[in-house]
T-cell receptor
Framework: KQEVTQIPAALSVPEGENLVLNCSFTDSAIYNLQWFRQDPGKGLTSLLLIQSSQREQTSGRLNASLDKSSGRSTLYIAASQPGDSATYLCAVSTQGGSEKLVFGKGTKLTVNP | GAGVSQSPRYKVAKRGQDVALRCDPISGHVSLFWYQQALGQGPEFLTYFQNEAQLDKSGLPSDRFFAERPEGSVSTLKIQRTQQEDSAVYLC?????????????FGPGTRLTVL
C-alpha cells in the first residue's frame, strides 16, 4: 500500500528566504507525482506534475525534483513571498491499480512579511 | 466550463438525512475522481470513473456512500443516512485521459457538516 509522508508539517520563514519542502513515498512504481497548493477553505491548485521518467520540473520560482528509486521528491521555492503562504500537498499516482492519487498530509507554510 | 465545478459549496445536514453532491468536470475529461478531506488531513480517495464506468470504488467508507456518472460527464456522490463522521470536504477531480499519465484538476469542494 502506497504511503506518502511530508516533512515538515509546518514551516514559518521570513519573506525572501529560499525553502525546501520534502515528500517521501514507499512504493517507487509510480506514474507521476504532483505538487498542489491549498489555501484555507479552498480546493487544490496544481503546481507541478513530474512524470516518473522525469527528474525535475520548473515553474517560475518553483522547482520540483523527483528521485523515484529512493522514493523522494522536493519542492524548492525561491525568494518566498507572503502570498506563498498556504498548505502544500504532495501526491503520487501508483502503477498497477486505479489511477487514484495518494496524498501526504501536507506542509503548512507561513511566509512572514 | 473553464474548470471543475462543484455544488453546493456548503451543505449542513441533520444526522440521518440523505445528501447529494454534484460535480461538473472539465468538458471532455474522461476520468473523474471523488476524494474526502478531513480537517487537517490530505485528501483520501473514494471512487474513480472512466467515462460512465465506475472502475474503482474501494475507498467508499460504507454502503451508505454511492456515486454515479450516468452519461460520462456530470457525477453525483450520494450519502444516505448521514452521520457525524461524514463531516468533511468532498473534492472532485477530473483528468483528460488516463489519469496515471495526466494531471488531475480539482474543484473547490463541498464542505459537508452533519449535526
Amino acid at each position: 500500500k502506497q504511503e506518502v509522508t511530508q516533512i515538515p508539517a509546518a514551516l514559518s520563514v521570513p519573506e525572501g528566504e529560499n525553502l525546501v519542502l520534502n515528500c517521501s513515498f514507499t512504493d517507487s512504481a509510480i506514474y507521476n507525482l504532483q505538487w498542489f497548493r491549498q489555501d484555507p477553505g479552498k480546493g487544490l491548485t496544481s503546481l507541478l506534475l513530474i512524470q516518473s521518467s522525469q527528474r525535475e520540473q520548473t515553474s517560475g520560482r518553483l522547482n520540483a525534483s523527483l528521485d523515484k528509486s529512493s522514493g523522494r521528491s522536493t519542492l524548492y521555492i525561491a525568494a518566498s513571498q507572503p502570498g506563498d503562504s498556504a498548505t502544500y500537498l504532495c501526491a503520487v499516482s501508483t502503477q498497477g491499480g486505479s489511477e487514484k492519487l495518494v496524498f501526504g498530509k501536507g506542509t503548512k507554510l507561513t511566509v512572514n512579511p | 466550463g473553464a474548470g471543475v465545478s462543484q455544488s453546493p459549496r456548503y451543505k449542513v445536514a441533520k444526522r440521518g438525512q440523505d445528501v447529494a453532491l454534484r460535480c461538473d468536470p472539465i468538458s471532455g475529461h474522461v476520468s473523474l475522481f471523488w476524494y474526502q478531506q478531513a480537517l487537517g488531513q490530505g485528501p483520501e480517495f473514494l471512487t474513480y470513473f472512466q467515462n460512465e464506468a465506475q472502475l474503482d470504488k474501494s475507498g467508499l467508507p460504507s454502503d451508505r456512500f454511492f456515486a454515479e456518472r450516468p452519461e460520462g460527464s456530470v457525477s453525483t456522490l450520494k450519502i444516505q443516512r448521514t452521520q457525524q463522521e461524514d463531516s468533511a470536504v468532498y473534492l472532485c477531480a477530473s483528468s483528460l485521459t488516463l489519469a496515471g499519465e495526466n494531471e488531475q484538476f480539482f474543484g473547490p469542494g463541498t464542505r459537508l457538516t452533519v449535526l
